[in-house]
Nanobody, 115 residues
Framework: QVQLVESGGGLVQPGGSLRLSCAAS????????MSWYRQAPGKERELVSG????????NYAESVKGRFTISRDNAKNTMYLQMDSLKPEDTAVYYC????????WGQGTQVTVSS
């Protein structure tokens, strides 16, 4: 079955960096666009970034452009999100997502940006 497992979250000070990973299994990873979403307390889940199956075409939410970088390694069935210059407003649970015949989500990884 489809499994998405996020890792790499944690507590970081403003201005710091984190690298999230999403390990995928149960489907042919290299054929599908992958995405990162986040959900802050009391807010709706929002799209952070997406990457096409070749890793060439990417998109970002305006709020993270220039600070976050999405990438993927199809040989390792893994997607990444490099997050630099983190701000307190980046605090959220981060989820990876793939849309096959239905949408699949990981369990999420908590990112907390605080001094």
């Amino acid at each position: 079955q489809v499994q998405l497992v996020e890792s790499g979250g944690g507590l970081v000070q403003p201005g710091g960096s984190l690298r999230l990973s999403c390990a995928a299994s149960g489907f042919t990873f290299s054929l599908y666009t992958m995405s990162w979403y986040r959900q802050a307390p009391g807010k709706e889940r929002e799209l952070v970034s997406g990457i096409n199956r070749y890793g060439v075409r990417t998109n970002y939410a305006e709020s993270v452009k220039g600070r976050f970088t999405i990438s993927r390694d199809n040989a390792k069935n893994t997607m990444y999100l490099q997050m630099d210059s983190l701000k307190p407003e980046d605090t959220a649970v981060y989820y990876c997502n793939v849309r096959l015949l239905q949408s699949y989500w990981g369990q999420g990884t908590q990112v907390t940006v605080s001094s």
